[in-house]
């Protein structure tokens, strides 16, 4: 694959990993590197083999083949409790008979520490992640968000190499994600230790990390940084998974222009060189420039005649949806945050412009 | 008010059976030993008479103490053994006397019937006549002990390979093998108490002798016919049993002498079908089918002529066990006075208890 | 009156059997037994207010000794009992998975289906001098000839857990189940090794089913009659054994009824000792049953 774009020390170098079990393969020949201090997400569907690989970073699943390197050390034969790796669990798994510090200590305990020196630690950790004096408390006691950020404390607390995360934010509501989906960041900033988070929200991942890997039976679709994956997914199951887009599957009439099934002609950039063949082509709902008058779309390479058929209002979400009036081939359309066009109403006639390199096409 | 308030439950108990009885048929609840109601006698009875026998297995001390929670109810025959008959019934009052004018009195034999009477008489009452009468005594394999008295059993060369039963038979047995008599001690609880004590001073020390003390008569017989027990205190039924299963297997008479019970019919104080109840007497008291209740029981009768009809090994084995002799020094239990029984008892604890 | 709303009165009669029953075959019998212990016989069917027959029990050491007997075999019974089934529980609730759990499951149940009797009875079959054990151990000359096992207090206390084992089984099958395996995972994770891991997590998880497990198979071993009047020795004492024969073969209700009332005493105290000692709450352990 490919290497890190900077030149910082790697933490985690996963090397032509593989998991098979009886009916399939979880993961199939996979190699990671992920740099010290860095965020990095591996962003797939449920099923796809992320959980598979976070466990043998972590140890709890022994790889058939290849080996993880973490810090340097080859983890071949070193149990879970040995790695330099901790882990934030899906549900959190707080130590429910244990109290809030108790749970905290409970790995500095198991390094021998005195009672002194693990309540200090303890402490000054909750207090890094905003929750100072609670160390007293029942797990119970906690809200959703507190929950989070003590299952966090209790493996910061032993300064690993890498910190794990198993869609830890998957539990909470949507508010709460959003404000913890900051809050980790900005952690993960302060404490400077990498982590390598998993997690199927592509908002997630986008949000918070300096790489992204996308995963998908198995295999890395593609590595990079968020925007790299958003403007220029390589490959159709990215371009589909990552954001939204409209999808149309048709075929290439030569190398600059598509014919969708419905039979709607686009003038498209594709990815890779080819001329002809079936094809998929994504367009994003905010590339599409969308006006009552015809002329305010000129300089697009794509200019369709569209009648709207509903509006979706979800604030700076809001779309319409369009039908391409000579194919009745039906587009999402970003509305402006502006609020300009918010007005509009189902059977009006509007135009809607796509540039060439904003139709992405991909072999399928 | 407890005690009427048990009578009154065991009333409504005996309201439920009893009006089962009677919507179907006549029955006779007889309260007895293992084999003292054979099948075959039952049916017969059941045919002579049109009533049936629901038949409940019992020994001595459930006896009394089923007829004791119930005041004397729940049954309406019982079959005890005489020399726990006085007692309860005064104690307890769980007996009724019997009508001998209702019992055909000369199918027993005269000399059995006295003696019985005078055992179980009551202010001038009778409560009892008798049925069986059996032994206790030695079960020994010839072959392998030569044990001849109940002292024998504590002899080092049988350690590990002889069983009691830890009851008041065998504490009776072995004061009499100790040349003590605790029956002429019945009426000096002193005495008694004194004999027993020295009974159970030397079972203690006989203890470790034993391979156990057996509860289940089925246990035994198999340990002894497998060799792993080769001379036990037992019933002459059992011993005899064996016998005609391994003829070096013997039922003996103790030197001291074997100990003797008679098991009667008693009436209890409520019961409900009197009737049905000297019928059976009368019925059990025809020689024939004694003779058919002896042979399932394994016991000789008190009725007269039932060993015409006997079998010929049963008496080949009564007469190989008892020679005249022995016969004459079968030890018969008087009546037990109340309160005996608690001596018994604690001897019988220490001796468990001890180590 | 304007109390009895049909709301209520629905709960009453709902709750109307199980009062009912535990007035007449609980409440009633132990009262009339609780009154027959504090009074004695002073003549044939004569009885006076007394405290003898607890007298007796405390001034007998025989009564007395059969009791600590009776309860320190029954706690070492109930601690041979957990010990056998925690590895038992564990592997049901937690490694066997599909048929497999259906099946073990099935087999720790399945010696239930004969009676108590039949299966104390198989143990005296197998044990006995002339029985399978003795005779292999001496065949494969373990033992020079076979040995006699029957009829020690370790016969006696392999039977009591044998017929006591399921009470333990299950209420320890369902507090493990309730255990995520991500608590296990992340003490590991965390730096946990597995004695830790069970004393720290494993056991405060399971605490209530411990508990649970432990009162019920105490009581049952306190209160059982049948196993060490059958497989004990010569010298076997049970305190329900003293209870039987003091009424039956004594025909002694008062003592035998003092000597129930001590036992329930003392079971009542143990087991709210044990509670204590662990920390559990009596409702908390009683739910996981």
Not at chain 2, 327 to 349: F, Q, S
Request: some cysteine.
């Amino acid at each position: 694959m490919q290497t890190s774009s900077n030149t910082a020390p790697i933490d985690l170098s996963v090397q032509e990993v593989s998991k098979h079990y009886t009916n399939f393969t979880a993961v199939n020949r996979l190699s990671l590197d992920v740099p010290k201090g860095s965020f990095f997400s591996i962003l797939g569907p449920s099923g796809c083999g992320k959980t598979t690989l976070l466990r043998m970073i972590a140890g709890f699943i022994t790889p058939d083949e290849g080996d993880i390197v973490i810090g340097g050390k080859s983890m071949r034969n070193v149990a879970p409790n040995r790695r330099p790796v901790n882990m934030v669990f899906q549900h959190l798994a707080l130590f429910p008979m244990m109290s809030v510090g108790e749970n905290v200590g409970y790995g500095l305990a198991r390094r021998g520490l005195t009672k002194g020196e693990i309540s200090k630690k303890a402490d000054a950790m909750l207090e890094r992640v905003g929750l100072p004096g609670i160390a007293g408390k029942r797990i119970d006691q906690l809200s959703g968000g507190q929950k989070q950020r003590v299952a966090i404390a209790r493996s910061l607390v032993l300064e690993p190499t890498l910190l794990l995360l198993d869609e830890p934010l998957g539990a909470l509501d949507l508010k709460l994600r959003e404000h913890m989906k900051l809050e980790l960041k900005q952690l993960q900033n302060e404490v400077g230790t990498t982590f390598v988070y998993i997690t199927h929200d592509q908002s997630e991942a986008l949000v918070m990390s300096d790489r992204v890997a996308v995963m998908n039976k198995g295999q890395f679709e593609q590595v990079g940084t968020p925007q790299e994956l958003y403007y220029h997914p390589k490959t159709a199951f990215v371009a589909g998974f990552v954001g939204n887009s409209n999808r149309l599957e048709g075929v290439l009439t030569n190398a600059a222009e598509g014919k969708t099934a419905s039979g709607l002609t686009l003038a498209l950039t594709p990815t890779q060189p080819a001329s002809s063949g079936a094809t998929s082509m994504f367009i994003r709902p905010e590339t599409i420039a969308l006006s009552r008058q015809e002329t305010e779309i000129a300089s697009f390479a794509n200019r369709l005649p569209c009648k709207v058929e509903t509006l979706f209002f979800d604030g700076a979400n809001s779309t319409v949806q369009v039908k391409e009036v000579a194919t009745g081939t039906q587009l999402h359309v970003a509305l402006p945050h502006t609020g300009q066009h918010s007005d509009l109403v189902p059977g009006e006639t509007v135009f809607i412009g796509i540039r060439a390199e904003h139709v992405q096409a991909f072999q399928g | 008010m407890l005690n009427h308030k048990l009578k009154l439950s065991a009333g409504a108990v005996l309201a439920v059976f009893a009006f089962h009885a009677q919507a179907d048929e006549q029955v006779l609840r007889l309260l007895t030993w293992a084999d003292y109601a054979p099948q075959a006698v039952v049916d017969q009875f059941k045919k002579e008479t049109g009533i049936s026998v629901e038949v409940t297995l019992s020994n001595n001390e459930e006896m009394i103490s089923k007829l004791r929670a119930t005041g004397g109810a729940g049954y309406d025959l019982v079959n005890p053994s005489q020399d726990r008959i006085t007692g309860p019934a005064k104690e307890f009052g769980i007996y009724q006397p019997i009508d001998l004018k209702k019992v055909k009195t000369a199918n027993f034999i005269p000399s059995m019937l006295e003696s019985t009477k005078k055992v179980t008489g009551l202010g001038g009452k009778v409560y009892g006549v008798p049925l069986f009468w059996g032994t206790d005594g030695l079960v020994v394999n010839s072959a392998k002990s030569k044990a001849a008295d109940y002292s024998d059993l504590c002899k080092p060369e049988y350690a590990g390979k002889t069983a009691v039963r830890l009851k008041r038979p065998t504490l009776i047995g072995m004061a009499f093998s100790m040349g003590k008599d605790p029956f002429k001690a019945y009426a000096n609880p002193k005495q008694y108490e004194a004999i027993m004590t020295a009974a159970g001073d030397k079972l203690i020390s006989c203890k470790k002798n034993l391979k156990y003390f057996w509860e289940s008569k089925d246990q035994l017989l198999n340990d002894i016919r497998n060799g792993e027990v080769v001379a036990a205190q037992m019933w002459d039924a059992g011993g005899w049993k064996l016998n005609t299963e391994n003829a070096t297997i013997k039922f003996i008479a103790p030197k001291s002498g074997a100990l003797g019970w008679v098991d009667t019919f008693a009436i209890p104080s409520k019961a409900k079908n009197l009737d049905a109840a000297y019928k059976w007497i009368n019925f059990i008291s025809r020689p024939e089918i004694a003779a058919k209740v002896a042979k399932s029981a394994g016991s000789f009768t008190a009725i007269k002529g039932a060993e015409n009809f006997m079998d010929e090994v049963m008496k080949k084995q009564l007469a190989e066990s008892f020679p005249p002799a022995a016969l004459k020094n079968i030890k018969w239990y008087p009546a037990i006075p109340a309160g005996l029984e608690e001596v018994d008892g604690k001897v019988l604890d220490k001796i468990k208890a001890s180590n | 009156m304007n109390t009895l709303t049909p709301k209520r009165l629905t709960l009453y009669l709902l709750l109307a059997p199980a009062i009912l029953w535990l007035l007449l075959l609980i409440i009633l019998p132990h009262v009339g037994m609780g009154m027959i212990s504090f009074r004695e016989r002073i003549g044939p069917g004569e009885f006076a207010g007394s405290l003898k027959q607890y007298r007796t029990f405390f001034e007998e050491p025989l009564y007395w000794n059969t009791f600590v007997r009776t309860a320190v075999m029954s706690l070492i019974a109930t601690i041979m009992a957990l010990v056998m089934a925690f590895p038992v529980a564990w592997t049901i609730a937690k490694v066997a998975k599909g048929r497999l759990k259906a099946l073990m499951l099935a087999a720790t149940l399945l010696p239930f289906w004969a009676s108590e009797l039949v299966r104390t009875l198989g143990w005296l079959i197998l044990l006995r001098g002339s029985g399978v054990i003795p005779q292999f151990l001496a065949f494969i000359g373990v033992t020079d000839q076979p040995v006699e096992l029957l009829y020690h207090d370790a016969t006696i206390l392999v039977g009591l857990i044998y017929s006591s084992l399921l009470f333990m089984l299950v209420p320890l099958i369902n507090a493990l189940e309730t255990l995520d395996d991500s608590l296990i995972e992340a003490a590991y994770d965390l730096g946990g090794n597995r004695l830790n891991i069970l004393r720290k997590i494993i056991i405060p998880h399971a605490a209530p089913g411990i508990a649970a497990g432990s009162i019920m198979v105490f009581m049952l071993t306190l209160g059982n009659y049948l196993t060490p009047v059958v497989l004990g020795g010569k010298s076997s004492m049970w305190f329900t054994e003293q209870i039987y024969t003091q009424f039956i073969t004594r025909f002694n209700w008062e003592q035998g009824a003092a000597f129930a009332f001590l036992l329930l005493g003392l079971s009542s105290v143990l087991v709210w000792l044990g509670l204590k000692i662990t920390g559990q709450r009596f409702a908390d352990a009683m739910r996981r049953t």
